[in-house]
Nanobody
Framework: QVQLVESGGGSVQAGGSLRLSCVYG????????LAWFRQAPGKEREGVAR????????LYADSVKGRFTISLANAKNTVYLQMDRLKPEDTGTYYC??????????????????WGQGTQVTVSS
């Protein structure tokens, strides 16, 4: 059974940084696509970044390019999202998700079947 557990959310002022972690396990396949999504109140869930468990095929949404970094620590079965130069519009619940493979586009919720419980990020101005 696939499991994803996020942590690392919190409150920060604009311009600050946070690092989110997602511990994963129980994958059926030797490789998988891992992605971060976020959802602000009253808005649809949107893809932020994704990476293969091999460490390749990294892709970011335009809104976070140059500010966010997705990375892996395979020995720890953990995927990270380093968020720098945070803005108030980055506020939302951040989710980790898994799919058997990555598609050649910014991740969409419908492409991912397994989700973590989410972690809240609040950026104040």
């Amino acid at each position: 059974q696939v499991q994803l557990v996020e942590s690392g959310g919190g409150s920060v002022q604009a311009g600050g940084s946070l690092r989110l972690s997602c511990v994963y396990g129980g994958f059926q396949y030797t490789t998988a696509c891992l992605a971060w999504f976020r959802q602000a109140p009253g808005k649809e869930r949107e893809g932020v970044a994704r990476i293969y468990t091999t460490g390749g095929s990294i892709l970011y949404a335009d809104s976070v390019k140059g500010r966010f970094t997705i990375s892996l620590a395979n020995a720890k079965n953990t995927v990270y999202l380093q968020m720098d130069r945070l803005k108030p519009e980055d506020t939302g619940t951040y989710y980790c998700a898994q799919a058997p493979y990555c598609l050649a586009r910014v991740p969409r919720p419908a492409d991912f079947g397994t989700w973590g419980q989410g972690t809240q990020v609040t950026v104040s101005s």
